[in-house]
């Protein structure tokens, strides 16, 4: 997902609405924002994709990071320029519980750390909240970001800066007053009441205990926004939501969120097969957690991350690559869009973040935006179909391009999923050998040996994943079948 220049951690925060990230038009919200089964509305009942990024604000000096490296204003106009249509801003607790810290300035606050060279460049970029407390500092880029049409969900991540405090009363304390003081300010469309609860007190009595009542005491200083619930074991568990939901006054408010970072699963991506391993965390999130979607609960992927170093590591872009194929057959997206066309399948490669697309019928079918995509459909015959035409996929030779043919009732036309990630879509050649979707060197589609399934823990088989996704957006280029 990459590092964005000056944020020290950045990853990118999903909601499960439409299916593949793509530019678009942005769509107008009327807020406030609702729940609507599982999905998050606007005031109108239109379905709203929160696309965002994570800004830390909860380090100790508790000013928000890269405030010494470049104007807010222009942070800001750089997500939005990044397609983000909104920003899950952390804080801590003591922000407005502990007075001594709190009434402190910005430059106070970074002097009592040694941090001059901060105090430096905060003072040449954003002089006005140099001298301010941290919570107007706060503010301020609250205020930025919403003149820039970004949304702000507050995410409460830690108590006092640099340290594992934690008292529930002072908790559900701060909860209140941060959702007081932002009580009108209508681009703070949300609040998450503790990011990766964890640690040998954690209990699930305890966490109903308490979750209800931070939950009400965001409610009733704030009734418009919404509230996010996080889960156990460092928000990776929610499974104790099979047999008790929470119990609220409130409805249509409340969105439950999830962390799924690959360095959470131990060391099962260095030390086994990315096949077997995909298909085993898959079945242990939705287990854990994506299970909701079936309830009829919003579902918040408010953390995804991997190694931002640049080092090339495969088990890493395994991780990442099995993800987002996850994330885009659950239907989740992190990228605004709206329902525009019929319900049809796009072939999507997790690996490139693109589609398979198609020039002409003479040309081979080639990865590219997935805006670009026709809809394709999926017949109980198992075809792959140009939706409204008699074209379907054909798989011709190992190492030779697949292309698109009338005739559809042989073996070279039959496709199917297989391994333990279902991320294969295989089908037979001529001669009968069992051949793979694959991505040659240029981005054209092929066909080619399966690869990786065997128990090797070495292979990297990304550009054989592909997800056949269901999609409502319609495609940004007609094109004729000549």
Known sequence: MGMFFFFSLLSLLAIFPTAIPQTQSKPVMALPLYTNSR???????????????????RLEPMVTEGLSKQPMDAISKKIASMGFNCVRLTWPLFLVTNDSLASLTVRQSCQSLGL?????????????????????????????????????????????????????????????????????????????LRNELQGPRQNVNDWYRYMQKGAEAVHLANPDILVIISGLSYDKDLSYFRNQQVNLTFTRKLVYEVNWNGFSDGKAWKSGNP?????????????ISGFLLDQGWPLLVSEFEMDQRGTNNVNDISYMNCFLAIAAELDLDWRPGLSEANLHKVIFHPSTGLCVLRKSLTEPLRLGACTESEAW?????KTLTLKGTYFCLQAIELGKPAKLGIICTGSNSKWQTISDSKMYISSKVNDGSTACLDVDSDNSIVTNTCKCLSRDDTCDPGSQWFKLVDSTRSSSSAKTFN
């Open 275 to 287: 096949n077997q391993v995909c298909g085993r965390e898959v079945d242990n999130f939705m287990r």
């Open 377 to 381: 459909s999926y017949t109980p015959q």
């Open 116 to 192: 001059s060279e901060s105090i430096a460049g905060i003072q040449a970029n954003n002089p006005s909240i140099i001298d301010l407390p941290p919570i107007k500092a706060y503010q301020a880029v609250v205020s930025s970001l919403g003149a820039n049409n970004v949304k702000v969900i507050l995410e409460n991540n830690i108590s006092k800066p640099g340290d594992q405090y934690f008292s529930a009363d002072i908790w559900i304390k701060g909860l209140s007053r941060m959702a007081t003081i932002f009580n009108g300010v209508s681009n703070v469309v949300g609040t998450s």
């Open 39 to 57: 999905w998050i509305v606007d005031e109108g009942g239109q379905r709203v994709k929160l696309a965002c990024v994570n800004w830390v604000s």
